[in-house]
């Protein structure tokens, strides 16, 4: 009976050996176990990694959104502050070319109607040489050709006037009183080497520049006029003062009345000045082309003969400066300062006056160029010595 209880020998052996395999995979089991959740918890962490990223995002865009709102508003808030402050004084490139032809054409016409004519006594080209020679780098060989030859004195004293009016008028701000002229001058000319680089040296250094210098003299124009009654105008007496002094130098070298001279004179005073306000109110750099160096190479880029032509001949040499040429950097909306448009060229002569010693100028020889064209200041302090 005892050997019919207990388990066969077979059934003994496959409990004693079920053990060791049912332990195995439960602790397998509990490994998967264990991974699954490192899982889960790791995804549940990069799900909330995943949320504060979205939500950082959002906040990131918002913030993008409110700065480029209010850059928008900021662009027009520039825009409609230089539609109040500037008004109309912004010219087209249109406007402002007739207006520079008109001042050519005004000097052109001076020169040639009252310094064509037969002088009355050589004796004026004998001792006018020693007052022009303050002013311009010129031999007197060469100087008594240019005053013996009636088209080319026309000439000569047409590039003269042009030199003064550069040299006095143009950039000195002589619409304004004396003392602000000055001020402004000198503050804008502390700005030379920063809109004068061919690459900007500071960022937007040319137009805060000339942003600057546009604004300045828009308020100092609503400044005169609000102070009309209070504000001395210095202007008339600077052109009466210049016209005077001009018209000693140029009265022996032509037939016309003094007072003829020194009308004509007063009226391209004033309008230089005027044309000089205009410019200086534009948001636009303006600029002037007198020619690199004179005498010097042709550059057909850059300059014409008058009438619009081409010189003849090899290698042929810019003498006199009739008329500067006009460059415009940048718009009247405050942008493109890294473009530069030639409105104008700039007139010259190629020609030689007969009467002069060749060895006494040579090409490279002194320019012709006007002492006080250097000179530091503003109002108009040009006196005859």
Not at 175 to 187: E, G
Not at 297 to 318: N, Y
Request: hydrophobic share 35%.
């Amino acid at each position: 009976m005892t050997d019919d209880a207990s388990p066969p020998a077979s059934n003994s052996a496959a409990t004693a050996t079920s053990h060791p395999a049912d332990q195995a995979p439960s602790a397998h089991y509990n490994a998967l176990i264990q991974e699954l959740a490192k899982a889960k918890h790791d995804l549940e962490e990069e799900r909330q990694t995943h949320r504060q990223t979205t939500m950082d995002l959002r906040q990131k865009e918002q913030t993008a959104d409110e700065f480029q709102r209010y850059w928008r508003d900021a662009v027009n808030e520039l825009n409609r502050y230089l539609r109040l402050s500037h008004g109309n004084s912004q010219m087209t490139d249109d406007i402002l070319v007739q207006h520079v032809n008109h001042l050519r054409q005004r000097i052109t016409a001076f020169s040639a109607q009252y310094f064509s004519d037969k002088l009355h006594s050589p004796r004026a080209i004998i001792y006018g040489y020693d007052l022009f020679k303050e002013h311009i780098a010129i031999s007197q060989s060469e100087w008594e050709g240019y005053m013996r030859s009636a088209s080319l004195r026309a000439n000569f004293i047409q590039a003269f006037i042009w030199g003064f009016i550069n040299g006095e008028i143009f950039g000195k701000f002589c619409w304004m009183t004396k003392r602000s002229a000055l001020c402004v001058y000198h503050m804008y000319d502390s700005f030379g080497q920063l809109y004068e680089e061919s690459e900007d040296l500071v960022p937007d250094a040319r137009q805060k520049c000339s942003m600057w210098r546009a604004n300045t003299c828009n308020l100092m124009l609503d400044a005169m006029e609000l102070q009309r009654d209070e504000v001395h105008d210095d202007r008339p007496e600077w052109v009466k003062r210049s016209v005077v002094n001009v018209s000693k130098l140029l009265g022996p070298f032509s037939r016309a009345k003094s007072a003829t001279i020194r009308d004509g004179l007063q009226e391209l005073f004033e309008m230089s000045i005027s044309l000089d306000q205009a410019i200086s109110r534009q948001v636009a750099m303006v600029t002037w082309d007198f020619g690199a160096q004179i005498p010097g190479p042709f550059d057909p880029t850059r300059m014409v003969l008058e009438g619009g032509s081409q010189p003849s001949g090899e290698k042929p040499v810019a003498r006199l400066v009739l008329a500067p040429g006009l460059l415009k950097r940048g718009r009247a909306s405050g942008d493109r300062f890294d473009e530069t448009t030639r409105l104008l060229s700039t007139v010259v002569s190629c020609e030689l006056p007969v009467h002069r010693v060749a060895s006494d100028r040579s090409r490279g020889g002194p320019s012709l160029k006007p002492k006080w064209l250097d000179r530091i200041g503003a109002g108009g302090n040009w006196e005859q010595k």
